[in-house]
């Protein structure tokens, strides 16, 4: 009987033995099966997470951020020991005592599973688990990536210690509203820093990984309350929190950003503008689009924040006061449902949801309102983010007695005389408050619409290249595309200082005499007979009252004297065009470019002559702070020194390019500083320093232009339709963009100064006759007297003239108006003499004055 139990009992030890080396087999096989072809671990301990890149002001104010996944990267000595505790009491108590997985959890979990009968099913995933998954598997549910996960866990607890892991960890995880990781959380929910955190808040936090969305601060109130109270409970037991502690906490309501207790991040942030978003864009093509919104790059910008202001409203009111002009009323074209507009919160809603322009502020920001009730004469509106009162607010008739609607088959309106004529019950519309200039009382509110009409804007410094203000159109929420850098425009006239410009070094002075006289030109389209803006000719003209009064017929046989080969060589040294086509009409600016480049070529003008590279950008660091890009790139000594002697400034070595010669750059800074004091300008720009300029404007008003600088800051701006059409009779470069730049820059010099244009040296002054290019003696003086710049050596010709080799046309008047003038009578019953308008012949492109 012994023998038989004790034989029983050794066939039981056999089998269970051998069962157990079996199963130890089969779990090692499959584990050696699934662990062939697993993904490196080794890797993570080189990961760098994706990260936020960022622009900084220069006063390093944070101004953008840029992120495919918002996550600000924090190191585990960063993270606080109470966030620390709050992820691993809610997700892996054993976390510091397992070797990363934990069979203590995964038995809990199977019992509570079996006990339910499988209604409670929750996961037994370790932190260190949940890393592999996060980095190296999918997120499918299946007993192969379950074994791959534990697999990998237990390699990566051999290869990396518990706080590099827990680095990995906290910095990984998706926790709702695109924040990544604990650091972009705390900042989503609370605005806070880590280390600013309450209990209450770490421990919401931590209740968010499994599924952020079910417990929303807002929506999921009571669920995410339970959880987070949940969370402390077990910090509490788990000896991270005292009771007094976790009592406080426990009270506490859940407060959040969401929920309007505390005020968002990016409520510190302007407007994302054409300033961030053309450095997002460079820099994406620079470093590649996935380095810039992954790298965790630091940018410094250029933008002068104040100037950007400055730039923005100068060019909005031009827009505007344009688009009023034309009277046409075309309002935002979105209406809400009529039904939900007695539901104040309903409508506040839908509004709110709308895509509109936002982002203006001229004399007061704009809101969005809706039309709430119109009456006989004026309308009632309810505007978004402002309260209703008793009396409601109302757009009274007065308001809008400026415009017809535009119908719906493109046809206008009456002329308004009630409110009623322009909106209706359910329209989506625009408005700003209108207030008094003396005590800045509020009078009314007023319709306001983004203008049809775009434009773009921007100023530099001329020595450096450093961009302080871009603006690409009236609004960036209403349309991105940056008008600045990305429209191919026609500078018309802007672009015959290019032409000077390759004169001036081809032996030509601002005195040499070129006649203004009738051109015919055969070309495949037909006879060219090219015109000045006014239809007259003046006959032999000295260069500088060429470029002053804008002369067409100048401009073209100055390029056929100097070639266009020549001009064209110049347009592309100086970066306007980068293969510019050899036709004489080119000599107008009937090529397209852009603002950006014309302003970055006028600023090599203005510095005398060297090559400038207009840059956004100062600096760029990435993640560890190293800087991977320097815009400026000159040599300074002396600001390595302590400190410098009395009266001296440290010494800049320039390595530049020289474009052109020195003497050429001042001859025609000059030249144009006579724009703006005799010429087309002279109405529209007055500042207290000196100013050089041009002014341009293309064939039928399509684009207008103007680019000038002072000693320091070149700015320029154009308007125009995006798809090109007249702006009327009554537009031009002098009476549109003048203004603009005008306006922009005196804030510029209020703020940045200006000098004299500096004088190179290897020159001497001659006085002449401005309208003869006779030489006069140093005592003249007068309105036709204007001291011009010689190079010294060079003793200057005078009475030579220059025709450009073209024959005159028979038909065609020397000096005066071509074609037909006529008699009219005038609105006060006088009589006067007109010459005809310019038609299609005038010029097939460019610029006109």
């Not at 968002?264 to 302007?270: A, R, T």
Request: glycine share 10%; hydrophobic share 40%; charged share 25%.
């Amino acid at each position: 009987m012994t023998r038989f139990i004790v034989s029983f009992f050794g066939a039981i030890f056999t089998l269970v033995t051998m069962g157990a080396v079996f199963i130890a087999l089969g779990i090692g096989a499959v584990f050696w099966m699934y662990g062939r072809d697993l993904p490196s671990h080794e890797s993570l301990a080189q990961y760098t997470p994706p990260t936020i890149s960022r622009i900084y002001s220069g006063e390093g104010r944070i101004i953008d951020e840029f992120a495919q996944e918002r996550r600000l990267f924090a190191s585990s000595q960063e993270i606080p020991d109470l966030v620390k505790q709050a992820f691993i009491s809610a997700e892996d108590k054993n976390f510091y005592d397992h070797a990363g997985y934990d069979l203590r959890g995964m038995a809990s979990a199977f019992v509570d599973a079996v006990q339910s009968r499988g209604e409670n099913l929750r996961g037994a995933s370790t932190i260190t688990q949940q890393v592999m998954k996060n980095f190296l598997l999918s997120g499918d549910r299946s007993a192969e990536r379950k074994i791959k996960e534990l697999i990998l866990a237990t390699r990566i607890e051999r290869t990396l210690d518990k706080e590099q892991i827990l680095e990995l960890y906290l910095n990984e995880i998706f926790l709702g509203q695109n924040s990544y990781g604990v650091a972009a959380a705390a900042q989503t929910y609370f605005n806070k820093s880590l280390r600013e955190l309450e209990p209450q808040e770490a421990a919401y936090l931590a209740s968010l990984p499994k599924a952020p969305s079910s417990y929303h601060p807002v929506r999921q109130k009571e669920r995410a309350l339970a959880r987070r109270n949940f969370v402390l409970r077990e910090m509490r037991e788990n000896g991270h929190l005292d009771t007094a502690a976790y009592e406080t906490a426990r009270a506490a309501p859940l407060k959040s950003v969401q929920a309007g207790d505390f005020e968002g991040f990016k409520s510190n942030l302007p407007p994302r503008d054409y300033f961030s978003d053309e450095i997002r864009r460079q820099l994406s093509e620079d470093f590649g689009e996935q380095e810039f919104f992954s790298g965790g790059l630091s940018v410094r910008a250029t933008v002068d924040p104040e100037m950007q202001v400055e730039a923005a409203k100068a060019l909005r009111r031009a827009l505007e006061n344009f688009d009023r002009s034309q009277g046409v009323w075309r309002g935002t074209g979105q209406t809400l449902p009529q039904e939900i507009l007695d539901d104040e919160m309903a409508w506040r809603e839908a509004l709110a949801d709308l895509k509109l322009a936002r982002d203006v502020e001229l004399e007061h920001p704009w809101l969005p309102a809706v039309v709430l009730q119109v009456g006989d004469n004026d309308a009632r509106i309810g505007i978004e983010g402002v309260p209703d009162d008793e009396d409601g607010h109302w757009i009274p008739a007065k308001d809008v007695t400026w415009a017809r609607k535009q119908l719906e088959d493109g046809k206008l309106g009456r002329k308004a005389r009630v409110a009623g004529d322009l909106v209706q019950v359910g329209d989506v519309v625009l408005v700003r408050q209108m207030t008094r200039d003396d005590d800045g009382s509020f009078i009314r509110w007023t319709l306001r619409q983004v203008p049809e009409v775009q434009g773009g804007f921007m100023a530099m410094d001329v020595n450096t290249g450093r961009v302080i203000a871009m603006q690409g159109g009236f609004s960036y929420q209403h349309s991105v595309f940056n008008r600045a850098t990305q429209a191919l425009r026609q500078p018309g006239s802007a672009f015959k200082p290019f032409v000077y410009a390759a004169a001036l070094d081809s032996g030509y002075t601002p005195a040499t005499i070129v006649v203004d006289a009738p051109i015919e030109i055969d070309t495949p389209q037909g006879l060219w007979r090219p015109k000045n803006s006014s239809n007259r000719f003046y006959g032999p003209t000295p260069l500088r009252t060429g470029i002053e009064q804008s002369r067409n017929l100048m401009t073209i046989r100055l390029a056929q004297e100097v070639t266009m080969d020549t001009v064209s060589y110049y347009a592309e040294r100086f970066g306007v065009y980068d293969n510019m086509d050899r036709f004489l009409s080119n000599s107008l600016g009937a090529d397209e470019t852009t603002l950006f480049r014309v302003v970055a070529a006028y600023a090599m003008f203005a510095n005398g002559g060297e090559r400038v590279r207009p840059t956004l950008v100062d600096r760029v660091q990435d993640r560890y702070g190293r800087t991977i890009y320097r815009h400026d790139q000159r040599q300074c000594d002396d600001c390595q020194l302590a400190s410098l002697d009395p009266g001296f400034a440290p010494q800049i070595v320039s390595n530049r390019e020289r474009v052109i010669n020195a003497i050429t750059a001042y001859q025609l800074t000059s030249m144009l500083e006579g724009v703006v004091d005799r010429g087309t300008a002279r109405s529209s720009v007055n500042l207290s320093v000196p100013v050089a300029g041009k002014t341009g404007t293309t064939n039928d008003s399509k684009d207008v232009w103007f680019v000038g600088f002072t000693s320091n800051i070149v700015a320029g701006c154009y308007i125009g339709y995006d798809r090109p059409r007249s702006m009327g009779r009554g537009a031009s470069g002098g009476g549109m963009c003048g203004p603009v730049f005008n306006s922009f820059m005196q804030h510029a010099v209020e703020k940045y100064g200006g000098t004299e244009f500096k004088v190179p040296e290897g020159g001497r002054f001659i006085k002449i006759d401005r309208y003869t290019g006779a030489p006069l003696p140093n005592s003249a003086y007068g309105a036709n007297v204007v001291a011009e710049y010689f190079r010294e050596g060079e003793e200057p010709t005078f009475g030579v003239m220059f025709d450009g080799g073209f024959a005159m046309g028979s038909d065609l008047p020397m000096f005066e108006e071509a074609g037909t003038r006529r008699q009219v009578t005038t609105a006060t019953g006088n009589t006067a003499v007109i010459a005809p308008k310019a038609t299609d012949g005038t010029l097939r492109g460019g610029g006109l004055y």
